[in-house]
């Protein structure tokens, strides 16, 4: 866990990311936040989650949990912190006051308090979830398995993997 | 006096109604002039609080300003670490 953000992998597709952005912006106004999403160029979304009287206005700008979820390799990268509202967390270069890094570690105290930096990476991990069962059922109703060696599709009525010949 | 109601760190709400910065943001725009005009009053309260104080007082102020600094400068050494990285 960082200091103020959390920064995790997710080991799931990274063509996931948009329905993650749309479960956590759906989750998060169902529970009277205001939610603004930014799709990137890097083919990430930037997720700005607020609520008026939780996160302190800075000079007039709101602040707020910013969640980034960035397609790395075959993965994907999480990262939720502090930021101001409406501006893409990356770069993060945002020190308009000179007590800023002061500000940004106590709201980052009353997020990981109410636990909403948890509540995004729970939606996010469900989604993969979610993928990985449907993944499991479309497999099944085909009537076909995969060998846990080499990863070969076989029929379902096969007693060795056609691929490396173990037995299934 | 430093903090709100909540124990979170007030100093936006101190800088947006302080006369000096009023006055530069005024116009929207921040001048080279205006920047130099704010660092020479920095100066002169330096000067003026050295000149006011004990030197047990000096020590505490002098503390806080080196740890802010410290703290400023670390904080933008670390952006720029991780926007290398990125």
New interface residues.
């Given amino acids: 866990m960082g200091t103020f953000s959390k920064k995790k992998i997710l080991y799931g597709s990274s063509s996931l990311i948009p329905t993650m952005a749309n479960h956590i912006q759906e989750q998060f106004q169902n529970e009277g936040f205001e939610v603004a999403m930014d799709a990137l160029s890097s083919g990430g979304y930037d997720i700005s989650i607020t609520k008026g009287g939780f996160f302190?206005a800075?000079?007039?700008m709101k602040t707020a949990l910013k969640v980034t979820l960035i397609p790395q390799g075959c993965n994907i990268h999480f990262e939720a912190g502090v930021g101001i509202w409406g501006q893409q967390a990356?770069?993060?270069?945002?020190?308009m006051?000179?007590?800023?890094?002061?500000?940004i570690t106590?709201?980052w105290g009353?997020v990981e308090q109410s636990k909403l930096d948890d509540k995004a990476l729970e939606i996010a991990q469900d989604v993969i979830m979610m993928n990985h069962h449907g993944e499991t059922s479309t497999t099944t109703s085909v009537g076909s398995k995969f060998c846990t060696e080499c990863g070969t599709k076989n029929t379902e009525t096969a007693n060795f993997c056609c691929g490396c010949g173990k037995p299934l | 006096m430093f903090f709100n109601e909540k124990g979170i760190l007030d100093i936006d709400e101190m800088v947006s109604s302080n006369p000096s910065s009023k006055c530069i943001m005024e116009d929207g725009v921040i001048t080279e002039e205006e920047i130099k005009a704010q660092s020479d009053r920095v100066i002169a309260l330096l000067h003026e609080i050295e000149a006011k104080y004990t030197e047990e007082q000096l020590i505490e102020i002098k503390k806080l300003l080196v740890e802010s600094s410290v703290l400023y400068t670390v904080y933008n050494f670390h952006s720029i670490q991780n926007l290398i990285t990125l």
């Fill in positions: 302190k800075v000079l007039g990356i770069p993060t270069v945002i020190s006051l000179f007590f800023w890094p002061v500000l106590q709201i009353m």
